[in-house]
């Protein structure tokens, strides 16, 4: 995925488009940062960045921010003029204080890389054992397998994967608790809700479930 999100904004930047990385994976990289993993991971510069609930503690908030050449379009100093009905709420704003608080004393990202390697791990392991093709690309908390002897970097590459294999994993999952994202190209997603017991819990499901396919 970084290798086509790298020609993207390659070629945005080449014709002299702004190149503004999305929100929603921005916190699930393993360096603290707020950042889009393949920005952190790579030489890309974002002309803006975009922010928006992950900045509020899960609340209805947005921001964002770029280069001064850009940003001075923005009144009082230039005449585009921006307001929004949740600009300045005072909740989300202490919400997402309180995250970032929260985050600096608790420094969760190291454990959360940990946990999406354990549950990779756990699943590379029981294909190889049952001899399917399994790719199981990881950044930080943010992962997902595919059912393919391709490495997936990219849509196409993606859709090689096997989704009627990946249904059956799916429902086999589901029917041992753990409760995946149903499209066999979504993305997973570990949380600080998730503790040791509950990734144990899920290594062990998807081990069945690979292992029964």
């Known amino acids: 995925m970084q290798e086509l999100e790298s020609r993207q904004i390659y070629a945005r930047q080449s014709t002299g ?3 503004p990385p999305d929100e929603p994976s921005s916190d699930r990289g393993s360096s603290g940062r707020l950042a889009l993993p393949d920005v ?17 503690g899960g609340l209805p908030v947005g921001a964002f921010g770029g280069r001064a050449d850009i940003m001075d379009h923005l009144a009082p100093l230039g005449p585009v003029y921006q307001a929004g009905t949740l600009s300045g709420n005072p909740l989300a704003t202490a919400a997402g204080i309180a995250q970032l ?14 946990m999406g390697r354990q549950v990779c791990a756990a699943a590379s392991a029981a294909a190889r054992a049952r001899g399917i093709p399994l790719q199981a690309p990881q950044v930080g908390s943010m992962f997902s ?11 196409p ?7 009627k294999l990946f249904g059956r994993f799916f429902h086999a999952c589901l029917a041992g608790g753990v409760y995946l994202p149903p499209s066999a190209y979504e993305s ?21 479930a690979i292992t029964s396919l």
């Not at 952190?40 to 509020?56: A, F, N, Q, R, V």
């Not at 397998?145 to 849509?155: A, E, G, I, Q, S």
């Not at 590459?157 to 989704?163: F, G, M, N, P, V």
Request: proline fraction near 5%; glycine fraction near 4%; charge should be negative.
């Open 101 to 114: 608080r929260l985050l600096d004393e608790v420094k969760p990202y190291a454990r959360l890389d940990a």
């Open 40 to 56: 952190l991971h790579s030489d890309i510069t974002p002309d803006l960045t975009t922010l928006g609930k992950i900045i509020g």
């Open 145 to 155: 397998l595919f059912f393919t002897p391709t490495p997936v970097r990219d849509m």
């Open 17 to 19: 488009r702004a190149n």
């Open 188 to 208: 997973w997603f570990l949380s600080t809700a998730h503790e040791g017991a509950a990734i144990d819990q899920a290594c062990e499901v998807i081990t069945k």
């Open 157 to 163: 590459t993606a859709l090689t994967s096997d989704a």
